[in-house]
């Protein structure tokens, strides 16, 4: 049983197309041309490069460390490559469709100005990146290329609207989102990893 709330990528995109009639057809292409791509079993694999940006130092009275976000991706990771204790316990009726995906997210090893970094920054604390506007500036703000890297964004209040037990909210990206650094993954650090239980932390996976 969880207070938690899950995530409202369906509400955020629907806002999104809304606005950005653009990107909807850009995604209805794609999704076309996922249905009619033949995958071949030994296509080359995929590594990509995270940076999260933590926002405070508590969440719900969890605190989000380096180890923390390091579990969180390999967890992950693992999810994404059928290697987690629950693949085999996953409901007969897919054994038809799961799969075990070729990619590994792994955390930036190199800055945009071509320094050295461990892929997580922290900041002091800020709320709302999880609503579809009126954040633009300050996301951007701290917003690593968009072409370059997966970001993700560390709050405790996602919609800046005082509750805290929102768990995630994710955009697909598409050309207009890259273009303007807005492509982003923003997430409850109280629910990351070992912070929060088994179960729950997989949230993450569902978001990536």
């Not at 490559?81 to 054994?95: K, M, P, R, V």
């Not at 009126?134 to 970001?151: E, L, M, R, V």
Request: contains cysteine.
């Amino acid at each position: 049983q969880h207070d938690e709330v899950g995530c409202r990528t369906s509400e955020v995109m629907e806002a999104h197309y809304k606005a950005h009639p653009k990107s909807k057809l850009e995604a209805e292409k794609f999704n076309e041309f996922s249905r009619n791509f033949k995958s071949d079993s030994k296509a080359s694999s995929y590594v990509i490069p995270v940076v999260f940006h933590v926002f405070g130092t508590t969440f719900n009275g969890k605190t989000v460390t380096d180890a923390i976000i390091q579990n969180a991706l390999q967890k992950t990771n693992e999810d994404f490559q059928g290697l987690t204790a629950d693949w085999n316990n996953i409901i007969a009726q897919f054994n038809g469709v799961k799969k075990a995906i070729n990619v590994t997210f792994k955390l930036a090893q190199i800055d945009p100005n071509g320094n050295p970094t461990t892929g997580i920054t922290y900041h002091p604390v800020m709320s709302g990146f999880g609503n579809g506007s009126g954040y633009d500036t300050q996301i951007q703000q701290y917003a690593w290329s968009n072409y370059k890297y997966f970001n993700v964004y560390i709050q405790n209040d996602l919609y800046a609207d005082g509750t805290t037990n929102n768990s995630g909210v994710c955009w697909y990206p598409d050309s207009w989102m890259s273009d303007n650094n807005l492509a982003r993954c923003v997430y409850n650090g109280a629910y990351l990893g070992s912070n929060t239980d088994e179960n729950f932390r997989s949230v993450l996976t569902h978001d990536f």
